[in-house]
């Protein structure tokens, strides 16, 4: 009983923690609702005019589905959607074009087109290039291109009909893309350059650290202590796994739009491969770490031959170089990109 | 001109490789058209009978959406669809029945109350366990309440559109189960085991080829000679990068209604535990490449000394027991699980 009743507890206190850890995530939560809101007045106004009518409940369904974290996230998806949905609206009428005077019964020509079509675009969404960029896009594609089909059996103006999902689905997304781009926008590649930093740092902490316990160091003592062995593993593992993350992150970021004041585009793609070169630094110090714990050791006198060196490349020259990299570090990306 | 002309051939090519590489994309693509093409003509049937209407092209709809590549997926989805649609309608009858007295306008009580669902739930999204396996359910309880209530705004007979909405999403649902499940399934445990396999392998051949190279042994040189430093890396790296695809894969693995002859239920949690010792050994296996680049060497006389047994280890044991586990893999994973 005691159990039930401190539930709703922790599942408050879990829930402020999470608001805690990331306010973001507040006030995304509170822009989605604004959004629904828009987009449900929106529908009433117009259901009240009678203007566009049964297709306004797509503006409120474009609004949940779009409206993602990020702001690349949104920007990528909102425009497969529109993109996906004029393509989709254009073949429809296309197709209908096609057939409108062949004396073959409707329903037959409808089930081959939606098969053919339907299974055309599916395979399509395996090609790797599409299954990362427009997955989505096409997806909306199919949907929307059967659906027309579909409803166009029984209403004879498709035109109309097709013009004014289009234009209920713009509604949406520009109420996407508003609160997403102006409204405290969270962007993924301020993501991105913020996790790059943390795993920079992450990985001079456990080379000082190692540095430190294979010496024996007292100068070192104090990080040892606060890094112990399962936190020099922790930090690498979290660069290490970081692969998925760091490429999404990466993808979004380079759907937005935001040129910095030295008029170069972001070189999110330069991110990515730097995370894979940091990922085989995390090999080498899970590496490195993992001989700090063999059986057979050099003796200290043969230590303290390299000890000095050691020392200062990992704790100085390593450590001091990598942590004032964050500031220089996009400033040298865009250079490398624009060299290239 | 040439390049132009050249283009659609090469599309060809690449599509047709893709068929050739897992024919089970063919299959899925028919499937997915085959769905869509029974989803239509249902919509045609019903709207000829006049029985559900308006509400059929949901069924068009949760068909494009929830057949998804491997059976577990759909049925991840399918539940999550089916479930987030029923809790959604049930909330917004009970929202009705709330402020059915009340003498508020009606567009403000909605236009809070879906500010404050909204929100609520999107939050709700950000927590871990919730995102992990319920992301696409809590996101469809939104989008149904959402429309509910606007379209309840017009329409009064709120009971009778849930329900046939909901019936029409359970027929899609139905459909792409029945295909997903019965017509040539595609099993993501079966996908899990199998690169689980093949990540086995690559990393027996790996470290056989890092020994062969080490001792220029010429019994090993015709493994040395297929596998170059190159294929190495590569082994490993597709190992240390499986993390996110282990994981997806035995996510969906768990949602698939597998039962073996042994009557245990397939320990997926294993294999993703498995996934994370065997890039643990990925890494040494990196580090002792790595090694085999150094400067420094172990005099030609000195490596003699323990070059059979590191030999007989990596050549013998090692690659045959590695070798020979994945037929006694998943029985081993069962019992271990068993065990616990």
């Not at 117009?46 to 797509?58: K, P, V, Y």
């Not at 073949?91 to 020509?109: G, I, S």
């Not at 035109?159 to 997403?180: E, P, Q, V």
């Not at 998925?244 to 979004?252: G, R």
């Amino acid at each position: 009983a005691e159990k039930v009743l401190r539930f709703p507890g922790e599942v408050g206190v879990t829930m402020w923690e999470m608001g805690k850890e990331d306010p973001r995530r507040v006030i995304h939560s509170i822009k989605v609702g604004l959004a629904l809101t828009l987009a449900s007045l929106l529908c009433l106004l117009e259901s009240l005019s009678q203007g566009i009518g049964q297709n306004a409940i797509w503006a409120v369904m474009t609004v949940v589905v779009v409206l993602e974290f990020t702001a690349g996230a949104t920007l990528c998806k909102g425009l497969n959607r529109g993109v996906g949905t004029l393509l989709a609206g254009l073949f429809a009428l296309f197709v209908e074009y096609l057939t409108a005077d062949r004396p073959m019964p409707r329903a037959v020509v409808m089930g081959w087109t939606v098969f053919v079509i339907g299974a055309a675009a599916t395979y399509m969404r395996f090609i790797p290039i599409i299954k990362k960029n427009y997955d989505y896009g096409v997806m909306i594609f199919i949907l929307t291109f059967s659906l027309i089909l579909v409803s166009n059996y029984r209403i004879d103006n498709t035109t109309k009909m097709a013009r004014d999902r289009f234009y209920t689905i713009a509604i949406g997304c520009g109420i996407c893309l508003f609160l997403s781009l102006l409204v405290f926008p969270t962007w993924s590649g301020d993501d991105l350059h913020k996790s790059t930093i943390a795993k920079l740092e992450g990985l001079a902490q456990s080379v000082e650290a190692c540095v430190g316990e294979y010496f024996g160091d007292d100068q070192m003592k104090e990080i040892q202590d606060e890094l112990s062995k399962d936190s020099i593993d922790q930090n690498c593992i979290k660069v290490l796994d970081s692969k998925y993350t760091d490429e999404t992150m990466a993808l979004y970021a380079s759907w937005e739009p935001r040129y910095r004041g030295n008029c170069y585009k972001s070189p999110w793609q330069q991110y990515v491969k730097f995370g894979v070169a940091l990922r085989r630094f995390g090999y080498t110090i899970m590496a490195l770490h993992g001989c700090l714990h063999t059986e057979i050791k050099t003796p200290p006198s043969v230590r303290a031959l390299f000890k000095d060196q050691c020392t200062n490349l990992a704790g100085e020259d390593l450590n001091t170089s990598l942590q004032s990299q964050p500031q220089i570090l996009s400033d040298s990306m865009n250079r490398k990109d624009s060299r290239i």
